[in-house]
């Protein structure tokens, strides 16, 4: 897969392959930066820092695709997160 063209979640990088999981602003319209999991009704669904969203975010991505291990995960987040749109 070519993530070259992708769009990520700019909060927890899931991949935002259809409008289907992006979040909403507050007019209801869909937010092309932030998945449903993250952003609804132009808001944040969670008040965490970064760090926070790391740690919740390594179990559901460590079981093999795109990482091994959950040490690999936190890696490959820490080096991601900070520059992600929410985090910068």
Do not use: H
Not at 28 to 43: A, E, I, M, P, R
Not at 52 to 70: A, H, Q, R, T
């Amino acid at each position: 897969m070519d993530t070259a063209d992708m769009k990520f979640c700019q909060s927890c990088a899931m991949p935002l392959e259809s409008p289907d999981v992006q979040g909403t602003n507050a007019d209801g319209s869909k937010n092309g930066d932030y998945c449903l999991y993250c952003f609804k009704d132009g808001t944040f669904t969670a008040d965490v820092t970064m760090d926070e969203m790391i740690e919740f975010c390594v179990p559901l991505v460590s079981k093999g695709n795109p990482w091994p291990d959950e040490d690999s995960a936190r890696k490959a987040m820490k080096e991601m997160f900070p520059r992600l749109k929410r985090w910068k």
